[in-house]
């Protein structure tokens, strides 16, 4: 798998890294952190998946996320990491700001997604996020085209 690394890393870039590689791994192979890295705002141990962009902030840097757009991701707890190549949100990825750009999704329920797929593991279609409490056939509806599985 290929994921773009950038932000405050030695060595930013795109690296080929093995599947099931996690953000320390990916981190580690752009030389390491600089020292304004702010490395409590990421997952270190979350795995990472092909086309992903991991984004290392810097100490009190603020997030200039544009929802729907390749952006640079500032993790909110959930990782650094985006998966906007195709326009669509990856449901197995997505940061809770990622999934709060989705209609009829706000905060409470993007968390309800979070903890969905922490406790039951990725989801493997588009159709199990029906599973999230909060989101039934009307609110499927609205955003199966702008989301995916990977």
């Given at each position: 798998?290929?994921?773009?690394?950038?932000?405050a890393?030695?060595?930013?870039?795109?690296?080929?890294?093995?599947d099931?590689?996690?953000?320390k791994?990916?981190?580690?192979?752009?030389?390491?952190?600089?020292?304004?890295?702010?490395?409590?705002?990421?997952n270190?141990?979350?795995?990472?998946?092909d086309?992903?962009k991991?984004?290392?902030?810097?100490?009190?840097?603020?997030?200039?996320?544009?929802?729907?757009?390749?952006?640079?991701?500032?993790?909110?707890?959930?990782?650094g990491?985006?998966?906007?190549?195709?326009?669509?949100?990856?449901?197995?990825t997505?940061?809770?700001?990622?999934?709060?750009?989705?209609?009829?999704?706000?905060?409470?329920?993007?968390?309800?997604?979070i903890?969905y797929?922490?406790?039951?593991?990725?989801f493997?279609?588009?159709e199990?996020?029906?599973?999230?409490s909060?989101?039934?056939?009307?609110?499927?509806?609205?955003?199966?085209?702008?989301?995916?599985?990977?």
């Amino acid at each position: 798998m290929v994921v773009y690394v950038t932000g405050a890393v030695k060595n930013p870039g795109v690296y080929t890294l093995e599947d099931g590689m996690r953000v320390k791994d990916a981190i580690d192979l752009a030389g390491g952190i600089l020292p304004e890295a702010d490395l409590l705002r990421l997952n270190l141990a979350k795995k990472l998946h092909d086309e992903d962009k991991l984004y290392v902030p810097k100490i009190g840097e603020v997030s200039s996320e544009q929802p729907g757009q390749e952006s640079l991701i500032v993790a909110d707890g959930t990782g650094g990491i985006s998966s906007y190549s195709d326009g669509k949100i990856n449901i197995n990825t997505a940061s809770l700001s990622e999934l709060d750009t989705l209609p009829g999704i706000g905060p409470t329920t993007a968390q309800k997604i979070i903890d969905y797929r922490t406790q039951n593991g990725p989801f493997k279609s588009i159709e199990d996020i029906k599973n999230v409490s909060g989101i039934g056939e009307k609110k499927f509806e609205q955003i199966k085209d702008k989301i995916k599985v990977d």
